[in-house]
Every structure is written in structure tokens, then in C-alpha cells.
């Protein structure tokens, strides 16, 4: 037996005798302070690669170019995500889940100081490119370290009535992390000289991101430390396993679970970054302190939808919920490029509509479909499927809804998004099917 099994083994019999016991409402505290932490840096990262690094790293392209070079970048946290996964369930199954958590959140805080303090191309020429990428990457590989389980804990023990409910918690930090960071980037430029925010306006929420960090990362180990926490994970078979294995055994149901979630993660972008770049560039009625707060408010509606997907997911199925709201954003797709060219009214709608529709499916889009892994790699199962639908439904996202718009039109934004319905009800479909084979074959061993 490993150094590291043991000291498990000795939690768990410490813990068994605890007369404290880790209850849902805890578990769920932990999940939206850590995940509100996570998208707050995530979306201080996004708003400033559409409003801001175009002219302070890439002033020698034009502004359009600049931004999709930007976009470029913003891409690699994404790409590098599943390796952070990989990286750092090694570390959590050689030294434990507080030291993972510790080097995760740690790596993550100080790539974000890093871009705080890091001169623009007119101080560094291309080094500042390629220092912004090295540490965008490494964010990446930072935030897929940050899984500690929270989630998938806080569903297991979860009421079975109230499990989308529960589900909808930590969700609840991207809105709430967008609302924040928004409303920092509206204050600076509605309160400074454009030439201000460029030149160090800009630089305060990296910093304040940073300053989360530190905090959430105390708040998730007071909880992730716990022998009565590490009790739970035992009892729960919450314990990573490698992914190559994941991948031989549960391959399909990975991919299964990312594709589930693409009508709600091609939204997810569709309506927080690419639309700033959209009004940066091309004619608008809209100031960037507006919009942001235009944005603001839709957050505050993503929030609702995130708390009502809750109550209806536990009334029809987090399933048939996804497949709902799958429709519905087809629907949204056929009239939102006819509403984002439609001036400020127009601009306004779709951001409300798109927040309202991203709360509703995005309340249930992570972890609906972890059952198909089982206990063994439910854990290792529910990190890498999310990883990998980020990377396939997001992380190209801004990229690609810019450039397509630009050079077609931004109808082609809504044959985006439909695309992303297609392949979330084509998945809930795949993932009926195997269901009912399975159900067939138990009845026909019986």
C-alpha cells in the first residue's frame, strides 16, 4: 500500500469516529466560493482580451486582426486545461487532494499577478506576446488543477429530489463572477481616460483577481482537509484514477457528457466576450461602460435562470431539461444575429435573452450525464468531460463568431449556435439509446 493510501486509510478511520458529518449546505458553500473565484479571473481574463490586450499587445495588426490574434490566446487556457487535469491528478494520487488544491490555486494566482504586472508591446516588443501566452497557458493547466470533487460530492449526497437543485449551486459562480468583473472594467472606463485603462486602468482586476484567489483557496481547504470530507470522498469512491484508463473504459461517456453540454457552452461566450469585441469594432450606439452594464444586468437574469433550472430540473429531469433548452437556444439562433445589427435596442434584447436562456441551460449542463461513469471514475470522469467541452464548445467560441461575422456576416453566428443545439440533442439522444440497450440487456439476463 502507497505512503498515500495509508494516510487515506487513517483519515477515514480518524474520521469515522467524528461525531461531525460534512452536510450538503457545507459542501455547497465550498463549491460556489471556489467556483465564483474561478470565473471571476476567468471573465477579468475574457473582458480584457476583447476590450484591452488588442492595442496593448498586438498594436502593430489591425484592430480587427488584433483581436482574433487576441482571441488566439484567450483559446490556449482551454487547450492546456485537460493536461492540467491529467498533471495534477498525479499530484492530488502522490501527495494528496489539499496539496493539489494548494499548487493548483498558487500557479493560477501567480499567472494572474504575472499579467498584472507585464509590460505591453511597446515596453517588450513580441516577448510581451509570448510571455502573455506562456502564462494564459499556464492558467490552463492552473484551472484544471482546481478540481477538488466538490461538485460531484455535493451530488451524491444531495436529496434524489433536490439534485438539480443542488446541481444549480455552484453554477451560480459564473454569473456572479461576471458581475464582478463587469463591474469593474465599467467602472475604470466609464471613471478614466481611455489612455489610462490602457496604460495601467486595466492591471486592478488581475489584481483583485489574485486577491480572491488567496481567499477562496483558504475557504476550499478548510472544507477539502477535513477528515470528515476525506471520509466522504472514501465512502464515495471519489478518488482520481488515470485518464488513459478513464478514457479504455468510459471513452464514449466522456465524450457523450462534453457534447451534452455544447448548446449551453457556445452560448456561454456568445453573450459575455464576443459581443464587446463586436461593438469595439463595427459601428454601434453603444458605449463599453453601457454594454457592460447591459451585460450586468443579463447576469443578474443568468442567475435567475440558474436558480429556476433547479426547480424544473428536479420536476421533469436534469435530461429533459438540457433537451429543452437545447430547443429553445435553436430557436434564439434563427433571430439573434438579426437582433446583435439591430442597434442598441436590439443589442439589448439579445444580451438578456441570451443570459436569460444561458442560466436556464447552463444551471444543469455540468455533471448531468456523471452517473454513466459509476463510482470508480465518476471523480476523474466529471474533471476531464467538462475540461473537454470547454475546449470543444468554448474555447474557439469568441474566435470564431468574430471572424466568421466579419467576413460573412453574423448570420453565420446563429448557424454557430445551432450547431452547438444539434450536437447537445444528438448527444441526450446517444445517451438515451445506451440507456435503454442497457435496460434491455439486464432484463434479458434475468
Known amino acids: 500500500m ?36 474561478e470565473y471571476f479571473d476567468f471573465f477579468v481574463y475574457g473582458i480584457a482580451s476583447a476590450l484591452v490586450f488588442p492595442s496593448v499587445f498586438f498594436p502593430f495588426a489591425p484592430r480587427l486582426d488584433a483581436t482574433l490574434y487576441s482571441f488566439a490566446v484567450f483559446a490556449l487556457a482551454f487547450i492546456a486545461r485537460p493536461f ?14 489539499g496539496t493539489k488544491l494548494t499548487a493548483a490555486l498558487f500557479l493560477l494566482g501567480t499567472c494572474t499577478a504575472s499579467i498584472a504586472f507585464l509590460p505591453g508591446y511597446a515596453t517588450l516588443g513580441m516577448t510581451s506576446v509570448v510571455l502573455l501566452s506562456v502564462f494564459r497557458f499556464v492558467q490552463g493547466i492552473a484551472l484544471g488543477g482546481s478540481w477538488d470533487g466538490l461538485p460531484s460530492l455535493l451530488a451524491l449526497n444531495a436529496p434524489k429530489k433536490r439534485r438539480g437543485w443542488y446541481a444549480m449551486l455552484g453554477q451560480l459562480g459564473a454569473p456572479t463572477g461576471f458581475i464582478v468583473a463587469a463591474g469593474l472594467f465599467a467602472y475604470l472606463y466609464a471613471a478614466l481616460p481611455i489612455e489610462d485603462v490602457l496604460d495601467w486602468g486595466w492591471r486592478y482586476p488581475f489584481f483583485a483577481a489574485f486577491a480572491i484567489n488567496v481567499v477562496a483557496l483558504f475557504a476550499r481547504l478548510r472544507l477539502v482537509v477535513t477528515e470528515e470530507y476525506a471520509r466522504k470522498m472514501d465512502e464515495q469512491e471519489l478518488e ?30 456568445l453573450v459575455t466576450i464576443f459581443p464587446l469585441s463586436w461593438i469595439q469594432l463595427f459601428p454601434s450606439e453603444q458605449s463599453v461602460p453601457r454594454f457592460l452594464i447591459v451585460q450586468i444586468i443579463g447576469a443578474f437574469f443568468a442567475a435567475g435562470g440558474i436558480v429556476a433550472s433547479g426547480f424544473i430540473a428536479d420536476r421533469i429531469t436534469r435530461q429533459r431539461t438540457l433537451g429543452a433548452l437545447a430547443v429553445a437556444i435553436a430557436a434564439y439562433s434563427g433571430f439573434a444575429p438579426t437582433l446583435l445589427g439591430a442597434g442598441s435596442v436590439g443589442q439589448d434584447i439579445y444580451i438578456i435573452a441570451g443570459f436569460t436562456l444561458l442560466g436556464l441551460s447552463y444551471g444543469q449542463a455540468a455533471g448531468a450525464l456523471n452517473a454513466n461513469f459509476g463510482d470508480r471514475y465518476r471523480y476523474t470522469g466529471a474533471a476531464f468531460s467538462n475540461d473537454i467541452a470547454w475546449l470543444i464548445g468554448a474555447a474557439f467560441a469568441p474566435l470564431v463568431a468574430l471572424s466568421l461575422s466579419a467576413k460573412f456576416g453574423l448570420a453565420y453566428i446563429g448557424l454557430y449556435l445551432l450547431s452547438g443545439a444539434l450536437a447537445t440533442l444528438a448527444a441526450l439522444g446517444v445517451n438515451r439509446w445506451l440507456r435503454l440497450k442497457r435496460e434491455a440487456a439486464r432484463n434479458a439476463a434475468k
Not at 478514457?247 to 453540454?261: D, E, N, P, Q
Request: positive net charge; charged residues 15%.
Open 84 to 97: 492540467g487535469t491529467m498533471l495534477f491528478l498525479w499530484i492530488q494520487r502522490r501527495w494528496g487532494r
Open 2 to 37: 502507497s505512503a498515500n493510501s495509508s494516510s487515506t486509510s487513517t483519515i477515514h478511520d480518524h474520521g469515522a469516529h467524528s461525531s461531525h458529518d460534512v452536510a450538503p449546505g457545507e459542501i455547497a458553500v465550498g463549491v460556489v466560493v471556489g467556483r465564483t473565484s
Open 240 to 269: 482520481p484514477v488515470r485518464v488513459v484508463e478513464l478514457l479504455r473504459v468510459k471513452g464514449r461517456y466522456v465524450a457523450i457528457a462534453a457534447f451534452t453540454a455544447l448548446a449551453s457552452y457556445a452560448l456561454f461566450h
